[in-house]
């Protein structure tokens, strides 16, 4: 009698070597719109500019609804259109043929890219995998479809994939059904998919809800060490800021579509300047200070004196909120986003504000910081989240 021997695992297919000292993407004023039914379209995302290097970690935090997931969608056209609208922007990516901006693809051009050079890990895996189909079969459509791999290769593929994301017996789990998986296997899955090609931009989106701490820990360690193996960029989406000041290199704050902050992560921490992050981070419970309730974003956002804090403040520059009435000496520009300006408040550091006179005229450079805490000699551990 003969056994049969599992197939051995393969030379996987390897993108060019990336330039670390370019962005690997940027975006550039991307605006993306949903239909209203008859009624004004609603604006999901409005002038949104980032970005993010080879081996560098975007964590792109904020409240449900801000435009998060939106905007890292975007990049992958997976905005169901109609009824979503990309309404103006530029997204450029340095594919394996060169930089192309993702938004003039077509889907021909954006299926060669989506799961081969970008991939995403979803917010729900269970909504994500496909019920009916084994762990195998969805893993394998992956690589099948982007690598010139026979089948036998293919699962060898898969199963190293698996093993490297920690799923245990990965040659009998990929007959496994979903169901069969309990939550922190499902998003390992997830990961292991998502990681299979290769992908020089990893967007992850909420990786660890609704997983247990020590299981999420896992998890966002497996995604740094194979951050530093593969030279891959991560776009971290998330509301949690413990999980930011663990994982980050750069953060973008977001608010009601727009960016509010962007900085790296200890000048975020350190010198916070627009109120929403103010908000964000007094709003977190502390373990080393005993207070009878926690102070609100709203708090915070109401409080006159927080938007009188801004370099260049007694001139007029005043950060932009939604909810307050514009300035009187407001002077926007014509089109969308008009009133508002990502300004480079401080070096490295940009907040948004309102176009008044105090700003009229001045035009700030996009954000665009190539900083890594692995990389900083100075930088012992993550930032400390203020008490």
Same mark, same amino acid.
């Given at each position: 009698? $003969?056994?049969?021997?599992?197939?051995?695992?393969? *030379?996987?297919?390897?993108?060019?070597?990336?330039?670390?000292?370019?962005?690997?993407?940027?975006?550039?004023?991307?605006?993306?719109?949903?239909?209203?039914?008859?009624?004004?379209? =609603?604006?999901?995302?409005?002038?949104?500019?980032?970005?993010?290097?080879?081996?560098?970690?975007?964590?792109?935090?904020?409240?449900?609804?801000?435009?998060?997931?939106?905007?890292?969608?975007?990049?992958?056209?997976?905005?169901?259109?109609?009824?979503?609208?990309?309404?103006? #922007?530029?997204?450029?990516?340095?594919?394996?043929?060169?930089?192309?901006?993702?938004?003039?693809?077509?889907?021909?051009?954006?299926?060669?890219?989506?799961?081969?050079?970008?991939?995403?890990?979803?917010?729900?895996?269970? *909504? *994500?995998?496909?019920?009916?189909?084994?762990? #195998?079969?969805?893993?394998?459509?992956?690589?099948?479809?982007?690598?010139?791999?026979?089948?036998?290769?293919?699962?060898? =593929?898969?199963?190293?994939?698996?093993?490297?994301?920690?799923?245990?017996?990965?040659?009998?789990?990929?007959?496994?059904?979903?169901?069969?998986?309990?939550?922190?296997?499902?998003?390992?899955?997830?990961?292991?998919?998502?990681?299979?090609?290769?992908?020089?931009?990893?967007?992850?989106?909420?990786?660890?809800?609704?997983?247990?701490?020590?299981?999420?820990?896992?998890?966002?360690? +497996?995604?740094?060490?194979?951050?530093?193996?593969?030279?891959?960029?991560?776009?971290?989406? $998330?509301?949690? +800021?413990?999980?930011?000041?663990?994982?980050?290199?750069?953060?973008?704050?977001?608010?009601?579509?727009?960016?509010?902050?962007?900085?790296?992560?200890?000048?975020?921490?350190?010198?916070?300047?627009?109120?929403?992050?103010?908000?964000? +981070?007094?709003? =977190?419970?502390?373990?080393?200070?005993?207070?009878?309730?926690?102070?609100?974003?709203?708090?915070?956002?109401?409080?006159?004196?927080?938007?009188?804090?801004?370099?260049?403040?007694?001139?007029?520059?005043?950060?932009?909120?939604?909810?307050?009435?514009?300035?009187?000496?407001?002077?926007?520009?014509?089109?969308?986003?008009?009133?508002?300006?990502?300004?480079?408040?401080?070096?490295?550091?940009?907040?948004?504000?309102?176009?008044?006179?105090?700003?009229?005229?001045?035009?700030?450079?996009?954000?665009?910081?190539?900083?890594?805490?692995?990389?900083?000699?100075?930088?012992?551990?993550?930032?400390?989240?203020?008490?």
């Amino acid at each position: 009698m $003969t056994t049969s021997t599992p197939p051995q695992p393969v *030379s996987r297919k390897t993108h060019r070597r990336l330039d670390e000292s370019s962005p690997l993407i940027r975006v550039d004023d991307l605006a993306v719109s949903f239909d209203n039914r008859g009624g004004p379209r =609603i604006q999901a995302v409005d002038g949104v500019r980032m970005a993010i290097y080879p081996r560098q970690t975007l964590a792109v935090v904020g409240e449900s609804g801000c435009g998060k997931s939106v905007s890292a969608m975007s990049m992958l056209h997976l905005v169901p259109r109609p009824p979503g609208r990309f309404d103006r #922007g530029k997204i450029t990516f340095q594919t394996d043929d060169g930089p192309r901006d993702l938004l003039t693809m077509n889907e021909r051009e954006i299926r060669r890219v989506r799961g081969n050079e970008i991939a995403m890990i979803f917010q729900e895996p269970m *909504s *994500s995998l496909n019920p009916v189909y084994t762990i #195998g079969d969805q893993i394998l459509e992956a690589i099948l479809l982007h690598q010139k791999v026979s089948r036998s290769e293919a699962q060898a =593929i898969a199963i190293q994939a698996m093993k490297e994301v920690g799923i245990p017996q990965p040659e009998q789990r990929l007959k496994a059904y979903p169901h069969q998986f309990s939550g922190g296997m499902r998003q390992r899955v997830m990961i292991s998919m998502a990681l299979a090609c290769q992908p020089k931009l990893l967007l992850a989106d909420e990786p660890t809800t609704a997983l247990d701490v020590t299981i999420q820990a896992q998890i966002l360690e +497996l995604l740094r060490s194979l951050q530093a193996e593969r030279q891959m960029a991560i776009m971290l989406i $998330t509301h949690a +800021l413990g999980v930011v000041a663990e994982n980050a290199d750069v953060v973008a704050v977001m608010y009601a579509g727009r960016i509010v902050e962007y900085a790296t992560v200890f000048e975020l921490f350190d010198n916070p300047m627009h109120p929403y992050t103010r908000g964000l +981070l007094r709003s =977190i419970p502390a373990t080393r200070t005993k207070v009878n309730r926690l102070v609100t974003i709203r708090e915070v956002v109401d409080d006159e004196s927080q938007f009188r804090k801004l370099p260049g403040a007694e001139a007029g520059v005043r950060p932009w909120w939604p909810w307050h009435k514009p300035p009187a000496d407001l002077t926007p520009h014509a089109g969308p986003a008009g009133d508002y300006y990502l300004q480079e408040v401080k070096k490295n550091h940009w907040v948004g504000v309102w176009r008044t006179k105090a700003v009229e005229g001045h035009e700030s450079r996009a954000p665009d910081l190539d900083y890594r805490i692995a990389d900083d000699p100075t930088k012992g551990g993550p930032p400390v989240t203020p008490s």
